[in-house]
């Protein structure tokens, strides 16, 4: 046997063979998401006798159950209040936010989920951690002097996102989102130390990038310390630059030259040169960048190898080999 529940009732013509309910049918004539009732009554006489009626019914929440928590939608005050709870015992659920999509250097995709729907959503973010309550208790923020960052509104999945640009946000931060209706407000949990920015633009955030450019030329020698990239210009004639990239600040930059390759370490073992005979061309001190350059005046023609290497007290650290030809 199977039992039903009651969980709409509507009223419209009650007149003796006005055939009320006679035809029955559904479409979302408002355009919300949403089903509306459609019922006729073909016997109606609203206009004259007999002319029959349609009554709409416009569906809403009182009778849907979004989130299917078993608790009708027009009674549920938020998404998940089993999932979630009610952690300050105040009536109102409490939110669940989290990171849903990021690309370091560009965006981070946020998401909201637990408030009620149409509900009006304030991303905050702070670099510190506090207390600031603006004045309500429910919106307490575990954030000192947050500022809002995004605003979005809850859709019917009871979820808010926001995509947010994380170019003006470089450095650590710890974010926060509020959910306000009806005079009613709740605070979500805080993501702490949230790492954005990259100014080198090399997919590692700036507070866990460790030199200029690290993935351009790896750690090859697993050393913990990233090698340095060497700059070459494409045509060698004349006066051109030799460029360092990714040394320490205030690194003491050796450029050397040679015609052959071949192999060595009389620098020491983490500045193995893969030269044979190298010559000293050039030295610079790396600047606040990671970068150091020298001029260097082509004389003769041929091929030419050349490589450098940075030193700061006892780390140090070797490029790759650049290879050009030259026209003097």
Known sequence: MRLFSLILLLSGSGEDWDLFGWAVGHVDYNGDGLSDILIGAYGDDVMNDNTGAVFLYEG??????????????GDDLCLGDDAFGDSD?????????????????SFIKLGAVGAPPGASVLFVASADLGSDCHG???????????????????GLDHTA????????????WHVQAVWV??????ASNVLVDLCLGDADGDGVEDCLDTCVGQDL????DGDGRCEPVLTLPAIMSGDVTLSLFGAPVGAD?????????????SLGIDTCLDLDAPELVG???ADGAGAAEIDYLVEVAGTMHFQATWSFGPDAEASAVGTRSLAP
């Open 283 to 285: 030295t610079a001190i």
């Open 161 to 172: 996102e926001l995509r947010l640009d994380t170019s003006a946000l470089v450095g650590v």
């Open 181 to 186: 209706l009806d005079g009613q407000a709740e």
């Open 136 to 154: 309500s208790l429910d919106v307490c923020t575990g954030l000192d002097g947050p500022r809002v960052v995004g605003r979005s509104t809850v």
């Open 253 to 265: 930059v050796s450029f050397y030259s040679s015609d052959t390759l071949g192999s060595d370490c």
């Open 217 to 220: 030329a790896g750690d090859i």
């Open 60 to 73: 809403g929440y009182a009778w849907t159950d979004h989130d299917e928590d078993g608790v009708l939608d």
């Open 89 to 105: 015992a105040d009536g109102n659920c409490d939110i669940e936010l989290s990171i849903t999509d990021r690309q370091v250097g």
